[in-house]
């Protein structure tokens, strides 16, 4: 190959989003986010939707949102009511198009505690004048999340306890049971509209008790099987 084929980069490309994995000295590079809106029946109510079952819907956010293994984050700008949601993490190990319910299993590599941190008056706005979520949900340090938990090792929790506590107060609690969209459905009717690959994150919905947090606030989520998630705000 010639010198003159190779190509440079016009300044250097960031750093690699990723997340460590529980007992491991690797790391998962981290592709994309995607998220699953009111997936949990009290949320919607909460959150003013009918519980019933219709087709899940999807959001996003940056790779680079990512805090890996919590620790730190500052209050956003622009934003008087920021707000918490615990949620369950998928981790892809494989990924593809239609994928078929039954073979959705295939592609995990694993699961993550993660909070979906909202600039709900951002969002709210948004929806009153029907526009993108993205300032409301795609922001800097928008996404802490643990370590991963290979599911060679803890399989597929598809129930247990995922709750929140600010400042030592419970917020939120749920049951993974208590998802509308399964973790399986959710993989399968997402890889209708995009090709799923590894390294993309799924956030799979929030139980109710979404609130708001401000600067000084401590954040400590649990999953069971999964882990725990740890955050400051500053």
């Known amino acids: 190959m010639s010198t003159d084929s190779i190509q440079h980069y016009v300044f250097p490309p960031p750093p690699m989003p ?13 592709r994309r986010i995607y998220c ?9 109510v909460e959150m003013g939707s009918d519980p019933d079952r219709e087709p899940p819907f999807f959001f996003a956010k940056p790779a680079d949102a990512i805090v890996a293994g919590g620790g730190k984050i500052p209050y956003p700008p622009l934003t008087e009511d920021l707000q918490h949601e615990m949620e369950l993490v998928v981790v892809l190990g494989s990924g593809g198009r239609d994928i078929p319910m039954e073979q959705a ?3 995990v590599f ?14 709210a706005e948004a929806k009153k004048t029907g526009r993108p979520w993205d300032m409301g949900k795609g922001f800097d340090y928008s996404a802490p999340c643990s370590p991963v938990r290979p599911a060679s090792e803890i399989g597929h929790p598809a129930e247990g306890a995922i709750w929140l506590k600010v400042n030592g107060a419970t917020r939120q ?9 399964k973790v399986e459905e959710a993989i399968a009717y997402l890889s209708r509209f995009v ?5 993309d994150l799924i956030f799979t919905g929030t139980p109710a008790g979404v609130g708001p947090v401000v600067r000084g ?13 740890s955050v400051l705000v500053e």
């Not at 699953?36 to 919607?44: E, F, I, K, Q, S």
């Not at 993660?114 to 951002?122: A, F």
């Not at 606030?217 to 998630?229: F, K, P, Q, S």
């Open 18 to 30: 990723s997340l460590p994995v529980t007992g491991r000295d690797e790391v998962i590079p981290i």
């Open 173 to 181: 609690s749920g049951d993974l049971n208590q998802q509308i969209w």
């Open 36 to 44: 699953v809106g009111r997936n949990y029946a009290a949320h919607a």
């Open 195 to 199: 090709a799923l690959a590894a390294g």
């Open 217 to 229: 606030d401590r954040l400590e989520g649990h999953i069971d099987r999964v882990g725990d998630i």
């Open 110 to 123: 694993g699961y993550a505690a993660g909070l979906d941190m909202t600039r709900r008056d951002l969002q």
């Open 105 to 107: 299993f295939d592609h």
